[in-house]
């Protein structure tokens, strides 16, 4: 068997049509196949490449650790210098309430730490999230998540999950002293990229603060510059009780973290200790890599250059077939007539040397989310091919 037949064979299959290319290597904002095809990666590995695929520094940090130690034992019980230096480095670029960060292994144990920090703290159990909205694929995570498609074989998941629409004053009347949390994405991803009135989420904060209810914020897509700002909350003027990151976080290594202040962080030291345990969050190679990551991503104009880019996206994307355009820094949807012609969009990308996607909740709509390294003139030349991809597939239906 070849590694295609071998990969369907033997590596578990959730997705009913994998984009199913072998990759050799990666660099900057390319990838190459077995057969040397070179691809631009539209997506960054669903923004997590920020910075671009194996970067120098990255891959010295990475080697550079895993010479000193690997895995030494569970969470929070040595002293792991990359772990330490990078919780420093972050909330160096954080509000002062966002001081204290819980490192785990992914995006989907963030949010479920995050949910456990929220009911130990409040002593409640009501939690309000939004329809749309994508936390992860664990059961708490799973049971916030805004779509009952997603959630109904899986059942029985979390009681007491309240969902409103997204950037709806529905929402307000029901924030009150019963709720543990509001858990929203600053700017919801997997709608299409949804952003948010800001006076929604004052209006928010303003309720959860008369009501001691926890304001949760999931940036694991849209933190890390991919918005022109370093998280996207700095754009609302509004602060979370706890931030969740994840995806750039690890800078191409498996890390998610859950960040709030001190003094409610340290629930989860006792009634019961060890409230939140895990064996490899906070992997200390991965806190290498995250950090090289972040410590490029801070240096230079890169994340104020998403603004930019994005200004050529929307100058640059103009065709009859797109009916719509959602934006919000280098993270771009278009919208075409329905999920097979967007489908047949993807592919032609993907013929013509463009890795892209759909987004889970808006099948109709194309994901474009490209590495922030990527240049401009590098921009202008993807667009030129996005077009010419919806012209192909247009002259054969
Ligand atoms: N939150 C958001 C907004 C996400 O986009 C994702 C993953 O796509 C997650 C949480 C879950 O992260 P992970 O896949 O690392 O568990």
Not at 233 to 249: H, R, S, Y
Not at 317 to 328: F, G, M, Q, T, V
Request: overall charge negative; some cysteine; hydrophobic content about 45%.
């Amino acid at each position: 068997m070849n590694n295609r037949e071998l990969f369907l064979q033997h590596v578990a299959q959730t997705s009913s049509a994998p984009i199913g290319l072998e990759i050799t290597k990666a660099k900057g904002i390319h990838l190459w196949d077995t057969s040397e095809k070179k691809y631009v990666d539209l997506i960054s590995g669903f923004s997590v490449c920020n910075i671009g695929h194996s970067h120098p520094a990255v891959v010295k940090a990475v080697q550079e650790q895993a010479a000193e130690y690997m895995h030494l034992i569970v969470y929070g019980e040595f002293i792991e210098s990359p772990q330490v230096q990078y919780a420093k480095l972050l909330t160096n670029h954080l509000p002062a309430s966002l001081n204290c960060v819980y490192f785990t292994n992914s995006g989907a144990e963030a949010t479920e730490g995050a949910m456990k920090l929220a009911k130990r703290i409040t002593g409640r159990s009501k939690m309000i999230a939004f329809h749309n909205a994508y936390h992860g694929s664990t059961h708490g995570a799973l049971s916030i998540m805004g779509g009952e498609y997603w959630r109904n074989a899986f059942r029985p998941l979390l009681p007491d999950i309240l969902h409103f629409n997204y950037d709806d004053d529905a929402v307000l009347e029901s924030i009150d002293s019963s709720v543990a949390c509001v858990i929203l994405e600053t700017v919801q991803a997997e709608s299409g990229i949804t952003v948010p009135r800001k006076e929604w989420l004052q209006a928010i904060r303003k309720k959860c603060d008369e009501h001691c209810v926890l304001l949760i914020f999931d940036e694991i897509q849209a933190g890390f510059g991919r918005t022109g700002t370093v998280w996207a909350f700095e754009q609302f003027n509004v602060v979370p009780d706890i931030l969740l990151l994840g995806k750039a976080l690890g800078g191409g290594m498996p890390l998610g973290a859950f960040i709030a202040d001190k003094k409610l962080m340290s629930t989860l030291t006792y009634n019961p200790v060890l409230g939140h345990i895990t064996t490899f969050g906070g992997h200390p190679v991965s806190c290498a890599a995250g950090k090289a990551a972040f410590e490029i991503l801070l240096s230079g104009d890169l994340i104020a250059s998403a603004k930019k880019k994005e200004h050529i996206l929307q100058e640059e994307l103009k065709h009859p077939a797109i009916l719509a355009k959602s934006a919000h820094g280098l993270w771009m949807s278009l919208k075409f007539k329905d999920d097979f012609t967007n489908q047949a969009i993807v592919h032609q990308c993907v013929k013509n040397g463009l890795i892209t996607d759909w987004f889970l909740f808006a099948p109709d709509r194309l994901r474009i989310a490209p590495p922030l390294i990527i240049s401009e003139d590098e921009l202008s030349a993807v667009c030129a091919m996005i077009i010419k991809s919806i012209d192909e597939v247009l002259s054969k239906s």
